[in-house]
């Protein structure tokens, strides 16, 4: 079991740990509840890519994260924006395109991984997530901040566009576990 705790899966169960938080943060009407979540959710975001490194650096991969770190980051992102759809700050159909390319992408990895491959990130996949992280952030902190209202919707438009573009890029790279 203490082989399984190594920082970046540490890291991994903290970011797991902020989504109720940050949940939260969305949902209460409390002083400054949109910047406490748009910082929660940065923080949140910022462990995804030092994980990462951390596990790559120091050879700490494991199964448990390899499997435990994409999920959180599903949970981490489908959450957020479901509670902005509820709170029509943004459209249903975005979280529906985001949420299908996570599980046809999901889906992939697993018929892949049954073939002993691994399905690696990509240039792609990476502009995905770093679009999404900043439309969220931007998303969450246009209500305090009425003047990030316009950027948040060109960001939307480049996040559904990263995330289209890279599910696409998936599927034709790893076409032989599709068809």
Partial sequence: ?????????????FRLLLVPVIGYSLSADFAYHAQ???ATYATAAATDTLDGQI???????TELGKFLDP??????????L???AGQN??????????????FLITGLRFAAAGQG??????????SKTLSQNLMI????????????TTPAEVMVGVAVTATVLSGIDYLWRYRRFVI
Avoid: C, Y
């Avoid at 079991?1 to 169960?13: A, K, S």
């Avoid at 596990?55 to 991969?61: E, V, Y």
């Avoid at 999920?71 to 957020?80: F, G, N, P, S």
């Avoid at 952030?137 to 990030?148: D, M, Q, S, T, V």
């Fill in 55 to 61: 596990a790559r650096r120091r050879q700490s991969i």
């Fill in 89 to 102: 700050v943004i459209p249903a159909w975005v979280v529906v395109v985001v949420f299908g390319r996570e």
């Fill in 82 to 84: 479901v509670i902005l």
């Fill in 36 to 38: 406490v979540a748009a």
């Fill in 71 to 80: 999920l959180a980051d599903k949970i981490l992102v489908i959450t957020v």
């Fill in 117 to 126: 491959v691994v399905v690696a990130s990509t240039p792609w996949g990476k």
């Fill in 137 to 148: 952030a931007l998303l969450i902190l246009e209500h305090p901040f009425p003047l990030l």
């Fill in 1 to 13: 079991m203490r082989r399984h705790l190594t920082i970046p899966n540490q890291l991994t169960f």
